[in-house]
């Protein structure tokens, strides 16, 4: 099993960037697929998740309307496109998935919650 992230990189404040989290061994049928970020210093945080038993998507709230997720089963591929990047958004970008019959609301935000990960993709915002 392998999550592989992609898609990182330089951008100016206000660009946009589009990440790629490409799974094996697991399908996106059956596993939700989750995007943390983690800047250093500072704790791993909960970005967006999106689930595999009906494509709801679920965001942080610094996010909204700046970031979407979504995935593409025939590419086993999920994305997450980045716009409108602020400083604050610089960090390293991991995917992770669960399986999506265990996936809680309750829990989503929680890097606990899922039991698969990709390495991390670098997302550097400076002008």
């Known amino acids: 099993v392998q999550l592989q992230a992609s898609g990182g990189g330089l951008v100016q404040p206000r660009g946009s960037l589009r990440l790629s989290c490409t799974v094996s061994?697991?399908?996106?049928?059956?596993?939700?697929i989750g995007w943390f970020r983690q800047a250093p210093g500072k704790e791993r945080e909960w970005v967006a998740t999106?689930?595999?038993?009906?494509?709801?998507?679920y965001y942080t709230d610094s996010v909204k309307n700046r970031f979407t997720i979504s995935g593409d089963n025939a590419k086993n591929t999920v994305y997450l496109q980045l716009n409108s990047l602020e400083h604050e958004d610089a960090a390293v970008y991991y995917c992770?998935?669960?399986?999506?019959?265990?996936?809680?609301?309750?829990?989503?935000?929680?890097?606990?919650?899922?039991?698969?990960w990709g390495q991390g993709t670098q997302v550097t915002v400076s002008s």
């Open positions: 992770a998935a669960v399986n999506g019959l265990w996936l809680r609301t309750s829990t989503i935000k929680s890097p606990l919650q899922y039991e698969l």
């Open positions: 061994g697991i399908t996106l049928d059956n596993y939700s």
């Open positions: 999106i689930s595999s038993t009906d494509g709801s998507t």
